[in-house]
C-alpha cells in the first residue's frame, strides 16, 4: 500500500498534462486510487509483493487508464450495489469503492488475463489533450 | 494527509489536509478514535483542505459517526470541496451526515 501515492500522483500528472480541469484530476485520482488500493488488498491477499502497471492515453478529448495486475482474477461488474439509502444504524461501507469508480468515470471495462490477472481500464472525457506513458509500481 | 486538532468548547475540530485513502484512513481513524477514547464525542471533520477522499476515508467517517452518536454524540462535515461533496452524495453519506459550509456553522450546530 506504500506506492499507492506514486501510482496515483502519475495518473493525476498526465491529467494535468492533458490540460485536464480539477474536476477531472480529482476523478482519475480517486478511481485509480481505488482499483489499485482493491488489487493490493484482494487480488495480492497474503502476498508481499506483486505488480501493478499503469498505462494512459490521451486523445483530443479524454484520458484513458489502463491499469494491469497478476492478482486473483475479480470482475467488480457482479458486485452487488452498496447500501446508500439506509438508515445511519443499519449502513455498511461495503462495495462503495468501486461504486465510486463507476460513478466518477465514464467508461469502466474489466478483462481477465486468462486464470490470474486483470485488466481494468478507465476513460473520463477531460477536454485539450497532449501525453502518454506507462510506468510501473 | 496531515491532521491537527482544535478544541472550541465540548466540540473537537479536526482540520484534514491532503488524501483519506487506504494508506493514510488508519492515521485518520487513530485520530477521531483518540478523542473518542477521552470522552470527546461532538465532532467536526474539516474538510477544507481535503484533495479528495476514497472508499477508505468514507470507511473511517461512517465509523466514527456511528461511535459517537452511539454514545450521544456526532460527527459532522464542515467545508468540503466540490469534488469531494460529489462522492458524499455518490456514497449516500450526505443523506446521513451532516454538512456545513463553514468551520463556525458546524461547531454552532452542536448548540
Known sequence: ??????LVEFAAQCVRESGGDAGALHDIRLAVGEVCANVIEHGYTGERRG?????????????????????????????PPPDTGSDWRRREPGNLGWHLVYG???EVTH???????????LAKRIGPASASAPETG | ?????????????????????????EDLQHVFSSEMEAGRRDLVADLGAVDYTSSAGLRVLLGTMKHARSHDGDLR?????????????????????????????AVASFG
Do not use: C, Q, W, Y
Open chain 1, 104 to 106: 466518477v468515470m465514464d
Open chain 1, 51 to 79: 505488480s501493478i502497471t499503469i498505462e494512459t492515453t490521451t486523445t483530443a478529448e479524454r484520458l484513458v487508464v489502463r491499469i494491469e495486475d497478476d492478482g486473483e482474477v475479480f470482475d467488480p461488474s457482479g458486485l
Open chain 1, 1 to 6: 500500500m506504500e506506492h499507492l501515492p506514486e
Open chain 2, 77 to 105: 462535515l464542515a467545508r468540503p470541496r466540490p469534488e469531494v461533496l460529489k462522492v458524499l452524495k455518490l456514497s449516500g453519506f450526505t443523506r446521513i451526515l451532516m454538512v456545513f459550509d463553514t468551520v463556525d456553522d
Open chain 2, 1 to 25: 494527509m496531515e491532521t491537527s486538532v482544535d478544541r472550541r468548547g465540548d466540540v473537537i475540530i479536526v482540520h484534514i489536509s491532503g488524501s483519506m485513502d487506504g494508506l493514510t484512513a
Open chain 1, 111 to 121: 478483462e481477465p488475463r486468462g486464470d490470474r490477472g486483470n485488466v481494468v481500464i
